[in-house]
């Protein structure tokens, strides 16, 4: 168990106005910090005010991306109870991460301590509006002062938490989606599974490609054949097809997205078909063509569901479903958004009370 030390700040800051949030710009007012030093193992836990942080400019995380982080939230339900939503889930990916990176594994108890321990310090800045959570992002960065190409011998692991809202402007509308043909995310044998910043960093030109287009964000395809679809966006990516709901398998090159494992069992235990496998972007323009493409929909943390109304493939342009949200899309997205604000039962297990 974590013996953390609290240096809680005097001047607290003035919270945002909840009903007017948007996502990633407003932090609270403290952050965890622990540090880790070869030989020592991970040491100091503490809580702090929120600041900047001193890093020495050869910092390894500068040159050479060893960094990790995680994307979790926190939600309060109308009777003032605060739930976590499968918190183990992104706690044991870090550790993933962590070793595909050559990052020190962090003791999946102490890192829920950490979070833990930091929300309840925070617990007034959650916030309530429909829509509305508390976000966490945990993160891992190599500190070595050291100009080479190895695993760093110090790091430090951080926790800071901020107020958010919708994570897509259009909500829970469908947006229009551009298939890219140029650019890849990654590769199998890559890093393309780990939670690291390298991934989000080679996406950008893409993103910004379609931006220009007019379109919200890219339908990713495989690096090696540009055929199977692989993610949307930030997202993984489901697809519903003739009664059978399709998400691309995971074979190296895909995050193993907490939503994602949810929305599977969801469909599973609604006896909805729902399968893992390879899909080409051919087989969803030949579904869409003959009229059984019904549904398609992105998953994630930020956005939980994020339903896709149009896709563009080499000027090519399809509508799914009329441009509307999907029934199967907005059952999930209610069912998945209920049971982490405990309007609907949990009978999974999945949420988690921090008292």
């Known amino acids: 168990m974590l013996n953390i030390k609290y240096e809680l700040t005097k ?79 992104n706690i044991h990916r870090t550790n993933v991460t962590n070793e595909r990176l050559c990052i020190p594994q962090i003791d999946e108890d102490d890192m829920f301590q950490a979070i833990y321990d930091l929300i309840k310090v925070e617990k007034d800045w959650i916030p309530t509006p429909k829509g509305t959570s508390l976000y966490i992002r945990p993160f891992i960065i190599a500190t070595d002062p050291f100009l080479g190409v190895r695993a760093s011998n110090s790091y430090m692991f951080m926790v800071i938490l901020c107020p958010v809202g919708a994570y897509y402007k259009e909500g829970i509308n469908p947006v229009k989606i551009w298939v890219e043909t140029e650019y890849v995310r990654a590769v199998k044998g890559g890093i393309g599974f780990a939670k690291t910043g390298g991934n989000y960093a080679a996406s950008i030109k893409a993103q910004m490609k379609a931006k220009e287009r007019g379109y919200s964000q890219v339908l990713w395809l495989d690096g090696v054949e540009r055929k199977y679809v692989e993610e949307v966006g930030t997202m ?100 998945i958004t209920g049971i982490q604000t405990g309007h609907v039962e949990d009978t999974f297990g999945w949420a988690k009370e921090i008292k």
């Open 236 to 335: 993984n990516v489901f697809f519903k097809i003739d009664g059978e709901v399709i998400t691309p398998s995971l074979e190296g090159s895909i995050l193993a997205g907490v939503t994602r494992d949810s929305v599977i069992e969801l469909l599973k235990s609604w006896n909805i078909p729902v399968c893992e496998r390879k899909l080409s972007i051919e087989e969803i323009y030949d579904a869409a063509e003959k009229g059984i493409l019904e549904e398609a929909f992105g998953t994630g943390t930020a956005a939980v569901i994020s339903p896709i109304g149009e896709l563009n493939y080499d000027g090519k342009v399809i509508g799914i479903n009329d441009g509307k949200i999907g029934e199967i899309s907005q059952k999930i997205y209610d069912t």
């Open 11 to 89: 001047d607290l800051k003035q919270k945002p106005d909840f009903n007017n949030l948007g996502f990633g710009t407003k932090f609270t007012d403290h952050m965890f910090i622990m540090d880790y030093t070869e030989g020592k193992g991970w040491h100091d836990p503490r809580i702090v005010p929120y600041q900047p942080i001193s890093l020495d400019p050869s910092a390894m995380v500068f040159h050479y991306g060893q960094e990790m982080f995680e994307g979790m939230k926190a939600y309060k339900t109308e009777d003032d109870r605060v739930l976590l939503f499968r918190p183990e889930k």
